[in-house]
């Protein structure tokens, strides 16, 4: 059983920087893949970044991509993810995510646990 708490939303303006946080509970949390995805009001989940179970690889959404940095410390049990140049579209509930390493990363179907979410709202 792994427990996900996100933590790091807020509001800021376009063009702006956040650092969301995922804390996980569970002393298995190196051997899944974690990834996150966003919520935006009246619209479906949809993934964001994934960082396999090492670290070793990332995955990004192409509308991220060049502006989100996903990576994960497993000593501490944390997954981050750097949001630069943060758009008004980015607008959303953002969620983490603990998947096995041979999950469709970008499905929410394949997910195995899941945080409550944080929600970060960007201005224009």
């Known amino acids: 059983q792994v427990q996900l708490v996100e933590s790091g939303g807020g509001s800021v303006q376009t063009g702006g920087s956040l650092r969301l946080s995922c804390a996980a509970s569970g002393s298995t949390f190196s051997s899944y893949a974690m990834v996150w995805f966003r919520q935006a009001p009246g619209k479906e989940r949809d993934f964001v970044a994934a960082?396999?179970?090492?670290?070793?690889?990332?995955y990004y959404a192409d509308s991220v991509k060049g502006r989100f940095t996903i990576s994960r410390d497993n000593a501490d049990n944390m997954v981050f993810l750097q949001m630069n140049g943060l758009r008004p579209e980015d607008t959303a509930v953002y969620y983490c995510?603990?998947?096995?390493?041979?999950?469709?990363?970008?499905?929410?179907?394949?997910?195995?646990?899941w945080g409550k979410g944080t929600l970060v709202t960007v201005s224009s």
């Open positions: 995510a603990a998947t096995g390493p041979y999950s469709d990363y970008r499905s929410v179907d394949d997910m195995h646990y």
């Open positions: 960082i396999s179970w090492s670290g070793g690889s990332t």
